[in-house]
């Protein structure tokens, strides 16, 4: 009985865990299932040009994941400031973002334009089993100088979006992305395929109805923040002077510059391992992008949950309530890693028949097929890593999260796959599987600090 209470709430509880959730994995559902289809158009056109795309879309997530990591420092605040009313402090940390935000976009944007083509051509190897390698880099240059275009919005749309989160507002941000989406998903038709008198552009059309689709989400979200000031009563006068008081920068950063060099490291990890990978041919970096497409899509599950965690934890703990804290995120957790293994199953039975929708070679549907099926094996160990980073993440403890995320992939993760990849005959599978039994002890860890309750403190009390 007393694991019951522990592990499993009451009707309110989950009540008020999926009022924050669901808005968020519909968003996060849908824009990954067009991403999905986006996927399987290009997909269509080509192994090179899917492959070209795909490689651009991991070094961009570099990007992405730093203005996660550089707005969520401030974001720890927000949650806390909205606990206490606080609409001024609400508007410091919105400022803070600003200049973050502009200040990675427009390096990322220098080092993109100047080294572009070398990044990509890190991820073409082993020959030309599985396509031209020529070609690939081609189209994936191409598409990354378009996408650049989309930076912009997406930074605004991520310092709009995520003080709205956290100030518990995660409809509207929903109901953009359905539209940017809708967007996306017909003018990749009409353009990757020149459909309704539009020109056949292929991956420059796929890049283009991406950038298009992000300043409609940018702009929906800005207004309807500013449209409703009753609502978000800390938008009044929030651009009526961007300095922020130095004390709280210092603050901000103190707390922000560890969540800024975790995701920039974990994201740049990521694409390590695919590089990694990717010495063992064209195929290999096809197949992982088939199933890391559907792998997106089946993870807004998890990943909506760690919002959960980081919004309502984050204004509990900013409330002075421990306690409470405490057992909701237990909970929250169970109910995460029992999600995330229904969607496992799901994910593992559409492993054999979801490459057949791309024209690759059957090579790449078969590593394809293989990949999907041990992702889908390792999601519940994934859900609860996802939900104990939130955790710790929320008592504002950035440089435990450091340590836990970031150099961990690079101390582990990234060195098992390095020696594997070069130095052993290992079929590359087998290589995915190891690195994964690696975060056994990354969980360990987690579930150890989670219970020792060292995420548990206020910190805008003062």
Same mark, same amino acid.
């Given at each position: ?17 999926? +009022? ?44 992405? +994941? ?15 400031? $909205? ?15 600003? *200049? ?10 220098? +080092? ?91 991956? @420059? ?17 800005? *207004? ?8 978000? @009563? #800390? ?22 510059? !560890? ?6 490291? *974990? ?22 992008? /088939?199933?890391? @497409? ?8 998890? /990943?909506?949950?760690? &919002? ?8 509990? +703990? ?36 979801? !490459? ?17 099926? %041990?992702? %889908?094996?390792?999601? !519940? ?33 990234? !060195?098992? %796959?390095?020696?594997?990849?070069? $130095? ?13 039994? %690696? &975060? ?6 987690? #579930? ?6 060292? *995420? ?7």
């Amino acid at each position: 009985m007393r694991l019951r209470e522990k592990y499993i709430g009451d009707g309110a509880f989950y009540k008020k865990v999926l +009022l924050v959730a669901v808005p968020i994995m519909i968003q996060n559902g849908i824009t990954n299932f067009v991403s999905l289809l986006d996927n399987i158009m290009v997909g269509h056109i080509g192994t090179e040009q899917m492959s070209g795309v795909a490689i651009v879309n991991q070094l961009l997530m570099v990007y992405y +994941l730093c203005i996660f990591g550089g707005l969520s420092g401030a974001g720890i605040f927000t949650a806390q400031y $909205y606990g206490q009313g606080d609409d001024e402090g609400i508007r410091h940390t919105f400022r803070y973002k600003f *200049w973050m935000g502009v200040i990675l976009t427009v390096g990322v944007v220098v +080092l993109f334009l100047g080294w572009g083509n070398d990044f990509i051509q890190l991820f073409l190897n082993g020959g030309n089993d599985g396509g031209d390698l020529q070609a690939t880099l081609g189209y994936g240059n191409g598409y990354l100088r378009i996408m650049l275009l989309g930076l912009p919005p997406f930074l605004f749309l991520q310092i709009y979006a995520s003080t709205l989160r956290e100030c518990g507002e995660t409809v509207v941000p929903m109901k953009a992305g359905i539209c940017a989406v809708f967007v996306n998903l017909v003018f990749n038709y009409f353009l990757i395929y020149g459909k309704f008198g539009f020109p056949q552009l292929g991956v @420059t059309g796929a890049a283009i109805a991406t950038v298009l689709s992000r300043y409609v989400e940018a702009a929906i979200v800005v *207004w309807w923040t500013h449209s409703h000031k009753s609502r978000n @009563t #800390y938008i009044e006068g929030i651009y009526r002077t961007l300095k922020v008081p130095l004390k709280l920068v210092k603050n901000y950063f103190i707390k922000g510059a !560890p969540l800024l060099v975790n995701e920039t490291l *974990w994201s740049a990890g990521m694409a390590f391992l695919l590089q990694c990978y990717s010495v063992r041919g064209l195929n290999v970096v096809a197949g992982i992008n /088939i199933a890391n @497409t559907i792998n997106n899509v089946f993870n807004v599950v998890f /990943i909506a949950m760690g &919002d959960a965690v980081a919004i309502i934890i984050g204004q509990l +703990l900013g409330a002075g309530r421990m306690k409470e804290a405490k057992d909701t995120d237990t909970k929250i957790i169970a109910f995460s890693v029992f999600s995330s293994a229904v969607m496992a199953v799901l994910m593992f039975a559409a492993a054999s028949m979801f !490459p057949n929708l791309y024209n690759t070679t059957p090579e790449a549907k078969l590593l394809a097929a293989q990949f999907i099926m %041990a992702q %889908a094996v390792f999601m !519940p160990q994934n859900a609860f890593m996802h939900a104990t980073y939130f955790t710790i993440r929320s008592g504002g403890k950035t440089l435990v999260t450091f340590f836990f995320d970031s150099v961990f992939v690079w101390c582990v993760s990234v !060195p098992v %796959a390095y020696f594997l990849s070069r $130095y052993t005959q290992l079929y590359v599978l087998v290589i995915f599987c190891l690195g994964q039994m %690696a &975060d056994w002890i990354k969980c360990a860890i987690g #579930y150890i600090l989670v219970k020792k309750g060292v *995420w548990m403190q206020n910190i805008v009390k003062d």
